[in-house]
């Protein structure tokens, strides 16, 4: 691109749907930190071959997540597992968001009763602190 300015407005921008096609572009100049009369977007696309892949939320897809996401209920359940994160939810979760699910789910599950003492206390008392600025953010 012919522009002294940004494409894309954060390096990453990744798109989950069906909307366009492909699954993420990168703008590398916001890596830079220096002026350029040009920039480049790389578009990285979906395939079923090869490295794994970001799925596409269609009809088969969305039947499929579900199957396993019965079995994983069940897996649950038995106390065998625990699934937490992007994949196990199904959708993008930016990383702030996939931090957040993980400590619900370490608070829900009272697992914090194993990692007792002060220090710990007082990180807890941090990380909820940022997780309300984060909830706070998003209803303004």
Known sequence: YN??????????VNYPG???????????KHYLHRPSPHSVVVKETTSDEGEP???????????LYQTYKDLATELENN???MFVGRLANYKYF??????ENALQLFYQ?????????EQ???????????IQALQEANTH
């Open 3 to 12: 522009t002294s300015g940004f494409v894309l407005p954060s390096p990453v």
């Open 18 to 28: 069906t909307e366009v096609p492909y699954t993420r572009a990168i703008e590398y």
């Open 53 to 63: 892949y970001y799925p596409i939320p269609n009809e088969k897809n969305k039947a």
């Open 79 to 81: 106390g065998k597992v």
């Open 94 to 99: 930016d990383m702030d968001k996939a931090l």
């Open 109 to 117: 599950k009272n697992w914090y009763k194993f990692y007792m003492g």
């Open 120 to 130: 710990l206390l007082k990180y807890k008392r941090h990380i909820d602190g940022k």
